[in-house]
């Protein structure tokens, strides 16, 4: 099924809460970064994890939420059951 | 519009949602046996658990004027436990010929352990046996993709299944592919939190197209909303999608996967009442 509006129409409407979104995982890092003991967690794994995922965002071009879907999966292991 | 929820846990929700979702056009609903926030001590409380979604179920929802259905299983949480689960799967039989059950569900896998790859396969093959419909509930966060795959593998192991009798549900942007190119019906379940949302959901409609896909609420104990569907509608509406194609994602899909199951009957809301 095609989308129903253009890329300008999509922006103008979701403008403001993508905005949101972005302010909310910054104000989310910053409460991190304000704790006690930030800076014992820069090397954790979770945070690895999403400094990944905002990275991907960066990517150009459509299929981003499959890719962090991806990124924040375990690994599948091809013939786990032997077939 | 009217609509079906075809997931929805009902035994953890109150009258007045029943209510609430009939006001908005919910017309039917199914009910998917699943875990009752604690592990049940004994095959009685799995039988008790039957009876609420085969005799009491159907009676709330008909008050207010909604068509229930139900699946039975023993769910993957409690599939830890081989010994109980295969005596569940042993007393299913039982319930199989009530009015409102469509098969078997939903069963899955939830950590992806060995107990409960042993108990999907036995409940797969139960389905085989008896030929009934089956609905796979897939992992939630990171165990989802592997999971998906790993059920999808397990199916494939038993020749004597079709894609095409089976729903994998909780497929997000990284799995709906999977179910729908290995000839799978699928569902999106909409939380409010963490999960899939109403948008997201009209993404991938728009993305993997709307054949053999359908959504749902879960309406579970957890943060969820019963009237997720409704909000679903409301996102494609915005989008300016018309009706016809709201439609067949939110009522022909989950209509046309029930009518699989030989005991579904239906009786379209346009021809009750007098
Ligand atoms: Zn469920």
């Not at chain 1, 890092?29 to 994890?49: C, F, K, P, V, Y």
Request: proline letters at 4%; charged letters at 25%.
């Amino acid at each position: 099924m095609p989308t129903t509006r253009s890329a300008q129409e999509i922006l103008e409407q979701d403008f403001l809460n993508m905005r949101c979104l972005i302010l909310d995982l910054a104000a989310a890092l910053d409460r991190i970064d304000r704790a006690e003991g930030s800076e014992t967690i820069e090397n954790h794994e979770q945070m690895a994890l999403l400094q990944g995922g905002i990275d991907l965002l960066k990517q150009q071009g459509a299929g981003r939420a499959a890719q962090v879907q991806l990124h924040f999966s375990d690994q599948y292991e091809d013939g786990w059951n032997g077939k | 519009m009217y609509f079906i929820d075809p997931h929805v846990h009902m035994v953890s929700r109150t009258t007045d949602d029943y209510e609430i979702m009939a006001r908005m056009g919910c017309t039917a609903i199914s009910e998917p046996a699943f875990w009752a926030g604690y592990d049940r001590g004994s095959v009685e409380g799995f039988r008790d658990y039957f009876r609420q979604l085969t005799d009491f179920e159907p009676k709330r929802a008909a008050a207010v004027g909604i068509q229930h259905y139900t699946w039975l299983c023993i769910n993957a949480k409690e599939a830890e436990n081989v010994e109980l689960s295969r005596e569940v799967i042993a007393m299913i039989p039982e319930f199989l010929d009530k009015p409102n059950v469509l098969g078997i569900g939903e069963i899955g896998l939830n950590k992806n352990t060995p107990n409960e790859c042993t108990i999907f396969r036995e409940h797969l093959e139960l389905a085989a046996k008896t030929d009934e419909l089956i609905l796979i509930h897939t992992p939630h966060l990171s165990d989802k993709y592997k999971g998906t795959r790993m059920i999808i593998d397990m199916i494939k192991e038993n020749s004597k299944i079709d894609p095409g009798r089976i729903l994998i549900d909780h497929v997000e942007e990284h799995t709906v592919k999977l179910a729908l190119d290995n000839g799978f019906w699928c569902g999106m379940t909409l939380y409010p939190t963490t999960k899939c949302t109403p948008a997201r959901a009209a993404d991938i409609i728009e993305m993997a197209g709307d054949e053999r896909i359908m959504a749902n609420s879960a309406g579970d104990w957890g943060p969820s909303k019963p009237t997720a569907v409704a909000d679903f509608i409301m996102e494609m509406r915005k989008r300016g999608l018309n009706e016809a194609k709201i439609k067949k994602v939110v009522y022909e899909n989950p209509l046309g996967f029930f009518s699989l199951s030989k005991r579904f009957q239906f009786t379209p809301p346009e021809q009750r009442g007098e």
